[in-house]
């Protein structure tokens, strides 16, 4: 027993430590983030009152949807002041049922999102504890109860069952960003559990007996919390069909699906029984189909013709339609010769590789990649016709489970279309142990900031051009630059800059891919990926991400950039393939930081190879030299970024400790007066004579009366303001320094200076990043 | 056999000391000793009873090694695992196989390694394999073989005659058969037994002298080198395995007790005919049905892991419906406290340990995923099948935790085999299974079903993908580097097609309604749950040479099973419904002796978790658990981790999930047992908690005789007899005093005497054991 009991306890010690986060610093600037919003949604046609909760949500100017049709405004308390984080939210009754965005305008600017729903049964927000049998919250059929559990908590519920009444309990909750991983138990009338779901939510219970019966929620593990909400929904429902349930947020893989022009629903389903070779539906190419995957070993068979030299592809959508299923494709040729069968494997199609490989957790360090899953199990692939003859594909689950709990399938098999999809995320730079916090970003942007972000593509049917970036409806002030993911490859670099002097603004802002494809223009929006929440400590929790409904952008100037990085007359710079480029760089410093210097590390492949920049705190110039010869950057226009850590000696709230003082100030200078008013009232009451003494009196106490309560409006102004003193003392804050991007345009060298320009390329050993044509560049200046 | 028990007594004769004189003679000289004299009988007698016992394998015939001396060497233990058998190694150089199971390598060594130094054909008696088993030279192993010895002689003669290993005309040995195989005996008697090797020729030998002797409860009987078997007292079915050259063989011996069986209790169902017929065969009279109280208490233990509350036990008592027993039975199968107990079973043969912080979320999944299908009553099949053929990742299918914990092949094998075939396969690995049939073949047979199952990452850390991965499956026998397709045990090889997933291939196999193994270790490993020995015990060691002491009770449970669609729920009504179940704990004037054959319950100390909620129950105070919901039940803990938090679940043996085996809990008695419920501060807390049970008695009204009469039903089930009360109203109507003499505030007394009488109840062996 011993021997098993030492490892366990070193562990488990080991565990012990790393689950106490040691943050000496902060990580990041501030950035505001929109943590719940209670309820989580609403009926349409009501107005529904909401409470929020928030970090670095100071100064909340507005509550924001990404639908129009959704307002809110600031409660108000009976003598006309706004109450803080409540809000009164009006859901046009023409709004569109589903999930939605909503985030907080903030002095920092714009909040991370959380999911507004809408829906039209009626809803109820829990406002009273539930977790025994005896205080079950009673529920009504066709209604959505929002509740949040608590930690080593279950929450009751009850309703009213009817024999052989159909009923639907489904709990929405990790789909519409809560951390519950919800456990839904539906018990009898004496609360003993008759059915549980432990990973998908939902309950699905026909009463054997009219009765009162129980619906028990809780975490997975126990955890509980505000983060830990849900939306119950309780639904009488006709027929055997497929369980109602309520609309989820996008996965990131979801962005890739589905491909332009491709019809809401599929022309031909799939027939069963065709699991056998025999049973094989018989098919004709190209086709669109809509099948589902049952047991384990249920397989799909479907047989066509297909003619030498034709090029078919394959696409598979299933995961990213928000199942959790991994679709595989076989295809074999089949010869018959009487009954005998000879099978020849032809393809076999699997997943759609990641563009960019996901984050891992490592032990004692931080998360290695970015937080995304862009690729997917689904299949997106292609299969060459070497022979005239009959061609066999069989579609299976590869994680289907052995009992049948079907899950959808859309297969098309085409003639090649080539297209493209794009996704971006803020991009996150690995900066030490516990890092995470750096990785639920909003677009807010501080004048003076760049932000990076990382855009990857998914390539359909052989498209390996270049694609081109746009940003759209962007802020006055704030630009885009680097929007290229070049040829044959599935990742760039896209960075937005806030000018120094942008003025507050926000917008909602649009990011487009385009590539000439076939000699046509194709133009495709751009989705934009989030994480979920901000993670303190992996191990514990790690980040979870999906598509946001669109994209926000807003600039401020409550606070600066600590530091701003540009090419000084950045309007591009040119350079001969083979020769040197001098960049001069300006620095400007708004903040103090630890240390002497900043290390500045090129981004990316092309100029990967640049030397780093080691750029003295306070150094108000500095400059980058590019060795065209040494790189052997073949021609063509480039973007180059620097990106490195600083700590700064970050002094938050600057503004608001400017306003409270003044504030304070302000009702300094009322006290006195009010005193001196109060004063001489009181001494022209002691003066009074006898027949104006009372009305005399009176105008005393009134004075009086003032004075007390502007020195206690100055007492809370004081408070506030040594709150906001407080909270505004400088920290040290790790967080990592993008500089603008600047624009490079290799040209090939001019024809007496072949010799270095013309250095041979190897085939395939090409830097990534190379321009689409690989020819000669637009000049920039 | 008389012959044999004959020759044995001439051991001490004259003759006997002039052969000693002679072989000391013949080995120059030596000074053999006392020691000789019984290798001369030996000698002498296997001489004279071989020579007449042989018929048709023709005593003249040139020896081989596969027929004559590896038993030799499987007799003197040479080939024993701890000697040269030893794994990969062997002693001292020489290697040999476990039990001669590899003849041809064993004669490769003996004959060819070493320049052929361990034989010496020109004078064969000087072979170094001889002088070391006879320990005439030196022998780390001591004398292994007598010299001069039949055994000694056999092989002298085979070296003699050119070492033959085998010819292609030589007999091959197709059975061994043992004598009497089936025999009923009175205890305390002996039996010699007589082993024939009947070999392709048509020729039957007496092997009796080579064969190994083995009993399968050696409580019962003991079995000699010599195949002399003595009884002991206790009555019952006894099985002495009979082991030569590779086969088995089992002797099965009935011990009646021989008592009058007159009366049986009533039949409930066709477990009690088999138990009752049992029992009337070997004469032992089972004990009455137990009374209701000892019925109520003893199937909520046994359902649903908890004692009847007070008010349970009350009404049921109350309750004058004869099908009262019945619906008790019904009501605790549909309770989620039967599916929280027995997932708690499952959960530690399925290793739902926690050795990382980050293993909590896969462990509450997977035993919340066994505790839902047996709430719901998943047939058995299903949940194997959803088991051993899951794929995907943990969040949406919990099942493939398994995989997680279970990775090697090679565990994955002697996982399944053992816990849902009751097979033990792990010796099969390296060697053939020496007591079964079992060979690395069946081994890498059964592994290849495993062979396809892909894994990739997930999205969660330390947690994998489950896939099929296609392909063919086929898993390399270690030992003859060949690859062998997916087979079940026993059963022909299956030709799989690369898309189709091998595991739903052994789940069919598994579950088909033909399988030899699948039913039976289900509902023997469930029988034992109930009654505490298996029919076959342990219950995951099934095999020939192990046999059920019901064998006709075991197919009826296993067919019963089979044709309920593998109904979980279902067995354990029949079971506990049965009369055979219902039977009182205590012994009759006959079958206090009886250890094996169900005439009463055998009562069991309470498992650790039920132990620790019976506690938390009698004094009130619920055992908080890190992270769970305060009123979170001990047999409702997802993995083992809680039992570093509390120290109870340790002390009383709840096991940490490394075993597939069940004998990882233990459940046996030990002073640190004894210790805590005495006098650590654990249960000291219990007893003298703030709103515990002592307190709220002080503070409740009622007379003292019925705060004696609930506390009683609360621990035993059953109202105090009028002793018990008598005792207890005086207990806790004596006046205390403090140490200074002084007489203590009668409260606070009466608190203090209630602890007393709660700590004694808690203590008594009718608490600590289910009866």
């Known amino acids: 027993m011993s021997r098993g009991t030492t490892p366990f306890f070193a562990v488990y010690l080991t565990s012990l430590c790393l689950a106490t986060p040691c943050l000496a610093q902060q990580v990041c600037l501030p950035a ?120 080593r908590a279950i929450d009751y519920y009850s309703f009213k069952g009817t024999k052989g009444r159909r009923v639907v309990v489904d709990c929405n909750a990790a789909r519409i960003d809560s951390k519950l991983s919800p456990v839904v138990i539906l018990a009898d009338s004496k609360g003993n559990d008759l059915i549980v779901n432990r990973t998908s939510g939902v309950l699905d219970y026909t009463p054997e007996s009219d009765g009162t019966y129980f619906i028990k929620i809780h975490d997975l593990t126990f955890q509980g919390g505000t983060e830990h909400f849900y939306r119950l929904a309780l639904r009488e429902v006709d027929g055997s069909g497929p369980a109602p349930r309520q609309e989820t947020t996008a996965r990131v893989s979801a962005f890739s699906w589905p491909p332009d022009g491709l019809a809401p629903v599929a022309p031909v389903s799939e027939v069963e029984p065709n699991n056998q070779p025999s049973q094989a539906q018989k098919i004709t190419l190209p086709c669109d189909f809509a099948g589902s995957f049952a047991t384990a070993d249920d397989t799909d068979i479907f047989e066509f013709q297909a003619a030498k030299g034709e090029v078919w592809w394959v696409e598979v959508a299933s995961e990213r339609l928000g199942l959790n299923t991994d679709p595989a494709v076989l295809i074999q040729r089949v010869v018959k010769d009487g009954e005998k069968e000879t099978l020849t494997d032809v393809a076999e199609l699997d997943d759609m590789a990641a563009p960019m490989k996901m984050g891992t957790y490592q032990p004692a360090a931080s998360y290695s990649g970015p937080a995304y899953q862009a690729g997917s199990p689904d299949v997106l692939g292609k299969f060459e016709v070497k022979e005239d003859g009959l061609y066999r594909l069989q579609l299976r689950n590869l994680t289907s489970d052995t009992r049948n709990r079907g899950s959808a399938y859309r297969l098309l098999i085409r003639k090649a279309q080539p297209d493209f999809a794009v996704v971006a995320w803020a991009a996150h730079q690995r900066l030490r142990q516990n890092d995470f916090g750096t990785i639920s970003k909003p677009i807010a942007l501080r004048s003076g900031t760049t932000m990076a972000f990382e855009v990857v593509t998914v390539r359909r049917d052989g498209f390996d051009g270049e694609i081109n970036l746009g940003m759209e409806d962007l802020p006055p002030g704030v630009t885009a630059g680097g929007l290229t993911i070049p040829a044959g490859k599935v990742q760039g670099m896209l960075f937005v800059t806030a000018a120094e002097g942008a003025a507050p603004a926000f917008s909602i802002a649009r990011i487009v891919g385009r590539a000439s494809i076939n000699g046509n223009m194709v133009t495709h929006p751009c989705r934009l990926a989030s994480v979920l929440w901000p993670v303190d400590y992996a191990p514990v929790e790690l980040p979870k991400s999906r598509l946001v409904a669109d994209v926000p952008v807003s600039v401020t100037d409550f606070e600066k950039a600590p530091v701003s990085v540009a090419a000084d007359g950045n309007a591009g710079f040119q350079v001969n393939a083979g020769g040197t480029l001098k960049i001069p760089l300006r620095i400007t410093w708004r903040s103090e930081f630890n240390g002497t210097s900043i290390k500045l590390k090129p981004y990316g492949s092309v100029f990967g190879a640049v030397k780093e ?67 001489g009232q009181a001494e022209k009451a002691a003066a009074a004579p006898a027949e104006g003494k009372e009305e005399a009196m009176k105008a005393a106490k009134a004075a009086a009366d003032k004075h007390k309560a ?39 060298a001019p024809a007496a200076q072949t010799a270095p320009a013309q250095t041979p390329v190897a085939p395939g050993t090409a830097p990534s990043g190379t321009a689409a044509s690989g020819t000669a560049a637009q000049p920039q200046k | 056999m008389k012959r044999f028990e004959k020759t044995k007594s001439k051991t001490p004769t004259s003759g006997g000391r002039a052969w000693t004189g002679k072989l000391s003679e013949a080995f120059g000289g030596l000074n053999l000793g006392g020691w000789m004299r019984r290798a001369v009988w030996i000698f002498a007698a296997g001489w004279l009873g071989l020579a007449g016992d042989s018929q048709g394998a023709g005593a003249a015939a040139p020896l081989n090694f596969v027929n004559d001396i590896e038993p030799v060497l499987t007799k003197a233990s040479c080939n024993s695992g701890g000697c040269h058998a030893k794994a990969g190694i062997g002693q001292r150089g020489f290697r040999l196989s476990v039990l001669g199971f590899e003849p041809l390598e064993d004669y490769e060594h003996i004959v060819k390694e070493g320049k052929g130094r361990r034989v010496f054909s020109a004078a064969p008696e000087q072979s170094l394999l001889l002088l070391k088993a006879a320990n005439i030279v030196p022998h780390g192993g001591g004398k292994r073989i007598e010299p001069g010895s039949e055994e000694f002689q056999t092989v002298v003669r085979w070296i003699s005659e050119g070492m033959v290993y085998e010819r292609e005309s030589d007999p091959k040995l197709v059975s061994v058969e043992v004598e009497p195989a089936r025999i009923s005996l009175k205890a305390r008697s002996t039996q010699q037994l007589r082993v024939h090797a009947r070999y392709s020729d048509g020729s039957v030998r007496d092997v009796s002298r080579t064969a190994l002797y083995e009993a399968n409860d050696k409580s019962m009987a003991e079995a000699s080198e010599e195949g002399l078997v003595t009884l002991q007292d206790l009555p019952g079915n006894v099985a002495v395995m009979v082991r030569y050259s590779g086969l088995v063989s089992v002797s099965s011996i009935t011990i009646p007790l021989g008592a009058p069986v007159e009366k049986l209790p009533a039949s409930k169902n066709f477990i009690d005919e088999h138990v009752f017929a049992n029992l009337k065969r070997i004469g032992i009279p089972p004990s009455e049905v137990c009374d209701d109280a000892t019925f109520l208490r003893r199937v909520s233990l046994d359902v649903a892991g908890r004692l009847p509350t007070e008010d349970e036990a009350k009404a049921f008592l109350g309750n004058q419906d004869p099908g009262k027993r019945d619906a008790v039975i019904e009501a605790l199968l549909r309770s989620s406290g039967y599916a929280d107990f027995f997932a708690g079973k499952w959960a530690m043969l399925l290793h739902n340990k926690r050795d990382l912080a980050s293993d909590t979320v896969s462990n509450f999944a997977f035993h919340s995923w066994i505790r839902d299908n047996l709430l719901e009553n998943t047939p058995y099949d299903v949940l194997v099948r959803e088991l051993l053929a899951s794929t995907g990742e943990i969040g949406t299918n919990p099942a493939v935790a398994w995989f997680k914990r279970v990775k090697e092949p090679q565990q994955q094998v002697e996982d399944v085999a053992q816990l849902f075939l009751g097979v033990r396969m792990q010796c099969a690995q390296c060697h053939h299974h020496p007591f079964e049939r079992w060979s690395q073949r069946d081994y890498y047979s059964l592994g290849a079903f495993f062979s396809q199952v892909g894994r990739k990452p997930s999205s969660t850390p330390e947690e994998e993908v489950i896939f099929h991965k296609r392909g063919i499956a086929q898993a390399e026998n270690k030992k003859t580097k060949q690859q062998v397709r997916p087979a079940g045990l026993g059963a022909k090889p299956l030709e799989i097609a690369p898309d189709e997933d091998p595991r739903l291939r052994l789940a069919d196999w598994m579950r088909d309604k033909t399988n030899p193994f699948f039913a039976k270790a289900l509902v023997n490993r469930y029988w034992k749950h109930f009654f505490r020995r298996g029919l076959v015990d342990p219950e995951d060691d099934i095999r020939d040479t192990n046999p059920p002491t019901n064998p006709e009770l075991l197919d009826a449970l296993a067919s019963k099973f089979v044709e309920s669609g593998y109904d979980l729920k279902g067995l354990i009504r029949t079971i506990t419904q049965s009369t055979a179940y219902q039977l009182s704990s205590a012994p009759n004037a006959h079958n206090g002796i ?152 009668p409260l606070k007394a009466k608190r203090i005497s209630l602890e007393d009488l709660i700590w004694a109840l808690m203590n008594a062996k009718e608490f600590l054991y289910n009866h």
């Open chain 1, 710 to 748: 502007a020195e206690v409006a100055m007492a809370e102004v004081t408070k506030r303001l040594k709150t906001l003193t407080d909270a505004a003392a400088t920290k040290d804050v790790l967080d990592f320094i993008v500089s603008e991007p600047i624009q490079v345009s290799v040209k090939a």
């Open chain 2, 594 to 745: 009886d250890q094996q054959n169900f005439s009463r319950y055998y009562p069991r100390r309470l498992p650790a978790e039920v132990l620790l909620d019976a506690i938390d129950g009698l004094t009130g105070m619920p055992t908080n658990f890190p992270d769970l919901p305060p009123g979170t039940r001990a047999t409702s803990l997802p993995d083992n981790s809680y039992n570093r938090t509390t120290a109870l679940l340790k002390v009383f043996g709840r096991p940490e999930g490394l075993s597939v085996c069940e004998c990882e809990r233990v459940d046996s008695a030990s002073l640190a047992q004894s210790l805590h419920l005495l006098n650590s501060a654990d249960i000291k807390g219990k007893l003298a908690g703030a709103n515990g049970r002592a307190e709220r008695l002080v503070k409740s009204g009622g007379t003292e005789a019925d705060k004696i009469r609930s506390l009683y039903f609360t621990a035993f089930s059953r109202p105090p007899s009028t002793e018990e009360s008598k005792q207890a109203e005086e207990y806790l109507a004596r006046p205390l005093t403090d140490t200074k003499g002084e007489p203590v505030d």
């Open chain 1, 613 to 679: 920049i080691d750029l003295p705190i306070k150094a108000a110039t500095s400059e980058v030299v590019l060795d065209m010869a040494a790189l052997k950057t073949p021609p063509g226009d480039y973007t180059l970024a620097f990106s490195g850590i600083a700590v700064i000696k970050h002094r938050p709230n600057q503004n608001a400790v400017k306003a409270a003082e003044a504030e304070q100030q302000k009702a300094g200078g009322e006290v006195a007066s009010l005193a001196a008013e109060a004063k």
């Open chain 1, 32 to 151: 505001p983030r929109l943590l719940t919003v209670t309820p989580m949604g609403g009926q349409l046609g009501t107005t529904v009152d909401v409470t929020v909760t928030h970090q670095n949500g100071d100064s909340i100017r507005e509550l924001l949807f990404s639908t129009p049709k959704i307002s809110a405004k600031p409660m108000q308390s009976a003598d006309g002041k706004a109450v803080p984080n409540k809000f009164q939210v009006i859901i046009a009754p023409d709004a569109p049922v589903g999930v939605h965005d909503a985030r907080l305008l903030t002095s920092l600017g714009v909040s991370a999102a959380r999911t507004f729903s809408v829906g039209s049964l009626p809803e109820v927000t829990r406002t009273k504890e539930n977790q025994s049998l005896e205080t079950a919250w009673a529920l009504h059929a066709n209604s959505i109860c929002n509740a949040a559990t608590g930690k």
